[in-house]
T-cell receptor, first 115, second 108 residues
Framework: DAGVIQSPRHEVTEMGQEVTLRCKPI?????LFWYRQTMMRGLELLIY????????DSGMPEDRFSAKMPNASFSTLKIQPSEPRDSAVYFC?????????????FGQGTRLTVV | TQLLEQSPQFLSIQEGENLTVYCNSS?????LQWYRQEPGEGPVLLVT?????EVKKLKRLTFQFGDARKDSSLHITAAQPGDTGLYLC????????FGTGTSLTVIP
């Protein structure tokens, strides 16, 4: 397996534009997580899905953020409209959560810059 | 409030030195994990500790789980520049709870 695949690796956009980040989890994993990482706040959980169903979205900053998982092999995180304070590295991770001492497998992240 | 507090937050040392980073909580855990995140990459699992008092070694890295299963430590012997990165302790419940992290820089 190629691991968790995120695209794009880098995104630069202007304030007010819509941004869509994409993630392909590892096949067979039942859980998918979206994280945001900044120097100030570290690694923050935004939302996670279990069996394609959103379980906890309490970390989503506000209504400008939305996430979907239409099937077991694809998820998107959308920001509309984007703001400079959204600049961060966004990680997607997948896991066979529920198995004993399971592991989170991370993608390489998308570095988002909103100017 | 953070479930897992790590210290120090930042650490810069010379190659060849030893170091210890800590992960503390007021909660008892069934297990704890340590991840390392290298610059430009996502975190990668290093080890899982399960039993109170357990010690696990991974080459020059030694991980210990506290007897009361509330804390853990990571000791690196003779640090090398390749050890540079962000070290995160993690508790796995219904999701992954990440600690505050220790950013380590090893200077050649």
């Amino acid at each position: 397996d190629a691991g968790v695949i995120q695209s794009p690796r880098h995104e630069v956009t202007e304030m007010g534009q819509e941004v869509t980040l994409r993630c392909k989890p590892i096949s067979g994993h039942n859980s998918l997580f979206w994280y945001r990482q900044t120097m100030m706040r570290g690694l923050e959980l935004l939302i996670y899905f279990n069996n394609n169903v959103p379980i906890d979205d309490s970390g989503m900053p506000e209504d400008r953020f939305s996430a979907k998982m239409p099937n077991a092999s694809f998820s998107t995180l959308k920001i509309q409209p984007s703001e400079p304070r959204d600049s961060a590295v966004y990680f997607c991770a997948s896991s066979p959560l529920g198995r004993l001492n399971t592991e989170a497998f991370f993608g390489q992240g998308t570095r988002l810059t909103v100017v | 409030t953070q479930l897992l507090e790590q210290s120090p937050q930042f650490l810069s040392i010379q190659e060849g030195e030893n170091l210890t980073v800590y992960c503390n909580s007021s909660s008892v855990f069934s297990s704890l994990q340590w991840y390392r995140q290298e610059p430009g990459e996502g975190p990668v699992l290093l080890v899982t500790v399960v039993t109170g008092g357990e010690v696990k070694k991974l080459k020059r890295l030694t991980f210990q789980f506290g007897d009361a299963r509330k804390d853990s430590s990571l000791h690196i012997t003779a640090a090398q520049p390749g050890d540079t990165g962000l070290y995160l302790c993690v508790f796995t419940g219904n999701q992954f709870y990440f600690g505050t992290g220790t950013s380590l820089t090893v200077i050649p």
